[in-house]
Nanobody, 121 residues
């Protein structure tokens, strides 16, 4: 299975973007799929995760109420709808797959290539 992330771009503060993470193969029900982001000079941070079998979700405090993670099982795709974007949301966004309900990058063993999101003030 491979993951491909896309949908990034340049947007003004207050705008919206939707990121997509498409899996090339089947995602098993035990999987957790998430979005992480990395700003220049900073570590890769947790953004949001969804459990494949239950639709359970978890968000970083910094994005709660603005971002929504959801999946389309038939398309093997996970989305990240980002609203009310702020300049501090600027980063490369990565999707990843693991099996633990975790916000740590160490628990994810399959990563997509990343997509750049830039929010101008």
């Amino acid at each position: 299975v491979q993951l491909q992330a896309y949908g990034g771009g340049l947007v003004q503060a207050g705008g919206s973007l939707r990121l997509s993470c498409a899996a090339s193969g089947r995602i098993y029900s035990s999987s957790v799929v998430g979005w992480f982001r990395q700003a220049p000079g900073k570590e890769r941070d947790f953004v949001a995760i969804v459990r494949w079998s239950r639709d359970s979700t978890k968000y970083a405090d910094s994005v709660k109420g603005r971002f929504t993670i959801y999946k389309n099982s038939a398309e093997n795709t996970v989305y990240l709808q980002m609203n009310s974007l702020k300049p501090e949301d600027t980063a490369v966004y990565y999707c990843a797959k693991g099996v633990q309900w975790s916000t740590s990058t160490r628990d994810y063993n399959l990563w997509g290539q990343g997509t750049q999101v830039t929010v101008s003030s």
